[in-house]
């Protein structure tokens, strides 16, 4: 388990950047990749990034060539750069553990707005 804390979001316009942050606290961090996630308003929650704990990346195709993760173990930090956001990017971001299983605890999140 890890207890994460997400931040950086915002309302930004398409085209727009913004760079999402998450401390992670928790022994587990060390030893797992981790991800973000998002939900859109009336959907559920998907996964968009993950990283490994070597620092391999794998994204979802939507994202592909727009986003990038990167974490800092040393600082239990994880990163989601965004860039050529797009109105459909729009929803609440979340870090954690990939993968997650019921009993996961989820952050608030930061919620990302991206206008047309």
């Known amino acids: 388990q890890v207890q994460p804390v997400e931040s950086g979001g915002g309302l930004v316009q398409a085209g727009g950047s913004l760079r999402l942050s998450c401390a992670a606290s928790g022994s587990d961090f060390s030893i797992n990749a981790m991800g973000w996630y998002r939900q859109a308003p009336g959907k559920v929650r998907e996964w968009v990034a993950s990283?490994?704990?070597?620092?391999?990346?794998n994204y979802q195709v939507s994202v592909k060539g727009r986003f990038t993760i990167s974490r800092v173990n040393l600082a239990n930090m994880v990163y989601l750069q965004m860039n050529s956001l797009k109105p459909e990017d729009t929803g609440v971001y979340y870090c954690n553990t990939v993968p997650t299983n019921r009993n996961t605890y989820w952050g608030q999140g930061t919620q990302v707005t991206v206008s047309s």
């Open positions: 990283v490994t704990t070597g620092g391999t990346a």
